[in-house]
């Protein structure tokens, strides 16, 4: 069976310059061609990258925080602190202390909110300062070794 040129990799014969456009339907069937770009980033700039990375973690923050809350709104509509509560207060009753360890206002709403908003504020400092610190060791690393090569292709 003989092979096409065009899928050898010979190049595909170019039409007249007076022969009319091909249609679209010929034109989807004919050879493809690719067009490569070859782009290096040598350099990152750790402003841009504090930015970017303050804008997501704070977005992330506050996913964490109304998940928190729905998560604890649908546990205590369920009755599970409840039962919960209970239970550790029948297991933690003893002679000394009658009334037993209060799971339901540890758990409070209240103390939820506000150890789950302390750990969004920690993770916005911290992704913050650690992509940051990232950006300048990518720098120092690409001074050394001439950064990220990346070829992107693109078919016609």
Do not use: H
Not at 22 to 48: H, I, M, N, Q, Y
Not at 93 to 120: H, R
Not at 123 to 140: E, M, P, S
């Amino acid at each position: 069976m003989a092979q096409n040129p065009t899928q050898a990799g010979a190049p595909a014969a170019r039409p007249a310059a007076s022969a009319a456009r091909p249609s679209a339907a010929a034109a989807a069937v004919g050879p493809t061609r690719t067009r490569r770009a070859r782009l290096k980033a040598a350099r990152v700039d750790p402003w841009s990258v504090m930015k970017v990375s303050f804008l997501l973690s704070v977005a992330l923050g506050v996913v964490t925080i109304v998940a928190v809350t729905v998560l604890w709104l649908v546990l205590d509509g369920l009755g599970v602190f409840n039962s919960l509560g209970n239970t550790v207060k029948e297991v933690t009753q003893s002679e000394t202390d009658p009334q037993g360890f209060d799971l339901k206002a540890t758990l409070s709403m209240k103390n939820t909110m506000v150890f789950s908003t302390a750990i969004a504020i920690i993770d916005v400092v911290l992704v913050t300062a650690l992509a940051t610190l990232g950006a300048f060791l990518y720098n120092l690393s690409a001074s050394f070794t001439g950064g990220i090569e990346v070829t992107l292709a693109e078919e016609d």
